[in-house]
């Protein structure tokens, strides 16, 4: 005899119940997204993708057909405590997990979960409650029970959830990793976000910057690439701008000369070097920067590329 029919309820995949009387009969938090119960062994789950995305949360099916959910927690990095802490500790509580669709008012029961054995939790980034900063977030692969059912009861799919988990605890970066994509593909890692307006237009600008370096480089014979990079123990993946493959030059871009917007491509550069190895990095701009944020680039010994009126001009560190 499975949990939920043990329940007064008799819940089933796909019923709905008014959120007060499952709370009435066996307890738990009355808001919020996580309510573990104080009379049977489950902790009650409840998702709204639709408002769940203002305050950071980003929950769905994945391909590998667990639903990933994002703990609670709207500011602030989240941590493995309470809400949180008893999804993580239900297979060594024996509580199972028991999904709703909804989070107050009427909800609808979705299905019995429990973590995947493997890859039971992972860790991410996303913003804070109404688009704030990036924060980092715990995402929980929950495995349905009766997978047909739970996924008739709730049936989207997130493009963000990763199809495979690379192996964990890696201690040097793989090259298996890396792999290229076309320069005209735009994906950036701020989809994952679902960014606001002003950042998916500064996307919008840096993707045509990006095209029309391009552009320039392969009518000079050069050949151009971009990469996507998915870090050992990470769950989603990293997007290079561009790589001049003959100049052996990795680039980044930015829309905007900003102070801000330099200081994170020197960041991004970094990062990436790790796994695409090419022995000159290099930062696209729209125009010159200010001086002083061209002296940071250089003292980074990295390349200043910005558009001119008849082209591109490179300044050397």
């Known amino acids: 005899m499975t949990l939920t029919q043990v329940l007064t309820f008799n819940l089933i995949p796909g019923q709905e119940i008014v959120r007060k009387e499952l709370h009435d009969r066996f307890g738990g938090r009355r808001q919020g997204g996580i309510g573990p119960s104080i009379k049977i062994p489950a902790v009650f789950i409840f998702t709204d993708p639709a408002t769940g995305a203002q305050h950071g949360y980003y929950d769905g099916w994945g391909t590998d057909g667990h639903y990933h959910y994002v703990g609670e927690g709207q500011r602030g990095d989240q941590n493995l405590m309470q809400g949180n802490g008893a999804i993580a500790r239900s297979v060594q509580d024996d509580r199972q997990l028991l999904l709703f669709s909804g989070v107050s008012g009427t909800v609808k029961f979705i299905g019995e979960f429990t973590l995947a054995t493997e890859h039971p939790y992972y860790w991410t980034d996303a ?37 495979a988990f690379p192996a ?52 000079k014979g050069h050949k151009v690439t971009r990469h996507q990079i998915l870090p050992d123990g990470e769950a989603k993946p990293l997007f290079t701008d561009a790589c001049d493959v003959d100049d052996d030059v990795l680039i980044e871009a930015k829309g905007t000369v900003t102070r801000e917007a330099i200081r994170m491509a020197l960041g991004q550069l970094m990062d990436y070097q790790r796994y695409v190895r090419a022995h000159h990095l290099a930062v696209l701009l729209p125009s010159k920067p200010r001086p002083d944020l061209l002296a940071l680039i250089k003292s980074q010994g990295v390349q200043t590329i910005w558009l001119t009126d008849d082209g591109f001009h490179t300044e050397m560190p």
């Not at 804070?128 to 349905?144: C, D, H, I």
């Not at 739970?150 to 989207?156: G, N, V, Y």
């Not at 593909?185 to 029309?212: A, D």
């Open 168 to 219: 964990a605890d890696t201690a040097q970066p793989s090259a298996q990793a890396v792999k290229e994509i076309s320069l005209e593909v735009q994906t950036t890692e701020k989809t994952v976000l679902q960014p606001q307006s002003e950042e998916l237009e500064m996307e919008r600008r840096e993707h045509k910057l990006v095209l029309e370096y391009g552009r320039y480089l392969r009518a």
């Open 127 to 163: 913003p804070e409650t109404g688009g704030g900063p990036l924060r980092s977030v715990v995402v929980f692969r929950l495995k349905p029970t009766d997978p047909v059912s739970a996924q008739a009861a709730l049936p989207f799919q997130t493009t963000f959830i990763p199809t």
